[in-house]
């Protein structure tokens, strides 16, 4: 009965591969989210996104991109990975938006080597 | 993008002594401030969240206060305890990108037993 959850937990890969992260929640929210948390703890928004709009954070490479294939799936699509892409990412969802709690995934550790 | 200060970034208290954490927005038009706890090794969680139209909320040991003329707002835990050891991150909404929501650097409390 996990509310998000996000496979897989860990994943250690090469530079320059491709790669994806999933994350499916079960409670109905309307809108998910995508986090990366870097060594020094940063958390930073990536993607929002609901079935009427995705909110691209303009820092965040080409190279990443959300799919989602319905309401309570988004998953991250990564190509061509890097060593600075090394760190805890974090999926979350919210019903009605940013102006309210926001769920949080167990995170996924990549690590690029 | 938002900028959302956060202040300090490590703290220590004696346990059963209070912990002061300050935030500053910079969009004036932000009107949602949620404050998350993310242990060790754990998600984020939230813990308490404020609205523009309050100056105050409180939940238990926990409370936030809201300036919106200074754009500030802060969250106080009174009687900490071992169990409040955790890193802080306030947040804020920046509408001019869409409604994005932008977390503070964090704040690693210790408290000391």
Redesign the interface.
Known sequence: DTAVSQTPKYLVTQMGNDKSIKCEQNLGHDTMYWYKQDSKKFLKIMFSYNNKELIINETVPNRFSPKSPDKAHLNLHINSLELGDSAVYFCASSQGGVRHEQFFGPGTRLTVL | ?ENVEQHPSTLSVQEGDSAVIKCTYSDSAS??F?WYK?ELG?????II?I?SNVGEKKDQRIAVTLNKTAKHFSLHITETQPEDSA?Y?CAA?WRN???????G??T?LTVIP
């Open positions: 993008g009107n949602y949620p993310q754990k998600r984020p969680q939230l969240d609205r890193v991150f909404i990108t869409g409604n994005q929501f932008y977390f650097t964090g690693s």
